[in-house]
């Protein structure tokens, strides 16, 4: 079975420009979760949607934001970049809301220059 | 902010067990110990997770004290492959109001041959 799938895995963006990261959950999971990396630290929570609704959303700007097609899979995007959106972005699946347990997807790596 | 204390970085001889401590004196009730680890480079990897009783499965046993203000992730023969940055959570089923798993910095594990 295919795990947690995101797309593309590396992306440099210049100051400004806008950015979509895409997420495909592992099959039958209808929750999907995005989390932000930066180097050094821990993840850092940004989006939850289950079953196609936001269910919570982190301390961010409203330069993001995201949403969860029928098919269950994710898109997050971020408006007008700024150096400091450099990072590792995390998709999450679980079968439910409940985070019983978590598959994370190997991440998109975004360098904004 | 994490309710969750680790030490920073710990080393262990390989096939040795790894004892990883977490202090979560603030925890609720109903909130759940949550273990995960991250290879570098890697999304974050489920590893075990409970409420009040100890926990086992193929890949670690989680032991939480009786008063569960804190709790072990013992990993029974450490091998050069669970070198990682081992998280430890403390989150109702539902990740709590925000829905989402909050990260602290984690432990560094580095096992040695």
């Known amino acids: 079975d295919a795990g947690v799938t995101q797309s593309p895995t590396h992306l440099i963006k210049t100051r400004g420009q806008h950015v979509t990261l895409r997420c495909s959950p592992i099959s039958g999971h209808k929750s999907v979760s995005w989390y932000q990396q930066v180097l050094g630290q821990g993840p850092q929570f940004i989006f939850q949607?289950?079953?196609?609704?936001?269910?919570g959303r982190g301390n961010f700007p409203d330069r993001f934001s995201a949403r969860q097609f029928p098919n269950y899979s994710s898109e997050l995007n971020v408006n007008a970049l700024l150096l400091g959106d450099s990072a590792l972005y995390l998709c999450?699946?679980?079968?439910?809301?409940?985070?019983?347990?978590?598959?994370f997807g190997q991440g998109t790596r975004l360098t904004v220059v | 902010d994490a309710k969750t204390t680790q030490p920073t970085s710990m080393d262990c001889a390989e096939g040795r067990a790894a004892n990883l401590p977490c202090n979560h004196s603030?925890?609720?009730?109903?909130?759940?110990v949550y273990w995960y680890r991250q290879i570098h480079s890697q999304g974050p990897q489920y590893i075990i997770h409970?409420?009040?009783n100890n926990e086992t499965n193929e890949m670690a046993s989680l032991i939480i004290t009786e008063d569960r203000k804190s709790s072990t992730l013992i990993l029974p023969h450490a091998t050069l492959r669970d070198t990682a940055v081992y998280y430890c959570?403390?989150?109702?089923?539902?990740?709590?109001?925000?829905?989402?798993?909050?990260f602290g910095k984690g432990t560094k594990l580095s096992v040695k041959p």
């Open positions: 999450a699946s679980s079968l439910t809301e409940q985070y019983t347990e978590a598959f």
């Open positions: 949607y289950y079953e196609k609704e936001e269910r």
């Open positions: 409970g409420l009040k």
């Open positions: 603030t925890i609720s009730g109903n909130e759940y």
């Open positions: 959570i403390v989150s109702d089923l539902y990740g709590g109001s925000q829905g989402n798993l909050i």
